[in-house]
């Protein structure tokens, strides 16, 4: 158990819809990064946060936004969903902001677009 | 854009034997960072390597980092079957935005018994 949260574990919608992914990091950490897992991509970085503020964007769609909030949880939204978007999203959480330093993963929420 | 290349991308090998996964950036790191995800399961860390030339060894694990910073490796040595599973290198270039890991499609490894 890496002390990462996230929920739900798995989640089935259909085009077009929105929805939201939760994140609760370890206790302690500022730190707060997004993560795609699609079968043929590996792990694609989307977005970091680190105290409440954004700090770092990687490949995240217009179509998807985050943000962290004060007791440094944090949402990923997804809307206007399409097929392709069906992946596995990893949260994962550090201590520090930069990229030196172990990343802890939550179990990932599995998202199924029909 | 920065790029960190994974070769092979399935190893498969007979219990026993020795595995090696390779991971080359098209830029210089900062960093290496190596994880590995059982079937199933989320990203666990296993190591990071910072300076040029780096060995490092957790049991039948060894990890180096190359002289330039832009190719690390991973060798297990006597695989066993809890070994299965994606083996990922992440690194962290130099400026831009820090916290930005870049992952390798990873080497995907299955042990027979």
């Known amino acids: 158990d890496s002390g990462v949260t996230q929920t739900p574990k798995h989640l089935i919608t259909a085009t077009g819809q929105r929805v939201t992914l939760r994140c609760s990091p370890r206790?302690?950490?500022?730190?707060v990064y997004w993560y795609q897992q699609s079968l043929d991509q590996g792990l694609q970085f989307l977005i970091q946060?680190?105290?409440?503020?954004?700090?770092a964007k990687g490949n995240i769609l217009e179509r998807f936004s985050a943000q962290q909030f004060p007791d440094l949880h944090s949402e990923l939204n997804l809307s206007s969903l399409e097929l392709g978007d069906s992946a596995l999203y990893f949260c994962?959480?550090?201590?520090?902001?930069?990229?030196?330093?172990?990343?802890?993963f939550g179990p990932g929420t599995r998202l199924t677009v029909l | 854009g920065q790029q960190v290349m994974q070769i092979p991308q399935y190893q498969h090998v007979q219990e026993g034997e020795d595995f090696t996964t390779y991971c080359n950036s098209s830029?210089?790191?900062?960093?290496i960072q190596w994880y590995k995800q059982r079937p199933g399961g989320h990203p666990v860390f296993l190591i990071q390597?910072?300076?040029?030339?780096e060995v490092k060894k957790q049991k039948r694990l060894t990890f180096q980092f190359g002289e330039a910073k832009k190719n690390s490796s991973l060798h297990i040595t006597a695989t066993q079957t809890t070994d299965v599973g994606t083996y990922f290198c992440?690194?962290?270039?130099?400026?831009?935005?820090?916290?930005?890991?870049?992952f390798g499609k990873g080497t995907k490894l299955s042990v027979k018994p």
């Open positions: 992440a690194g962290t270039g130099y400026g831009g935005s820090q916290g930005n890991l870049i």
């Open positions: 994962a959480s550090s201590l520090r902001t930069s990229g030196r330093g172990e990343q802890f």
């Open positions: 946060y680190y105290n409440g503020e954004e700090r």
């Open positions: 206790s302690g950490d500022l730190s």
């Open positions: 390597l910072v300076k040029s030339g």
């Open positions: 830029t210089t790191l900062s960093n």
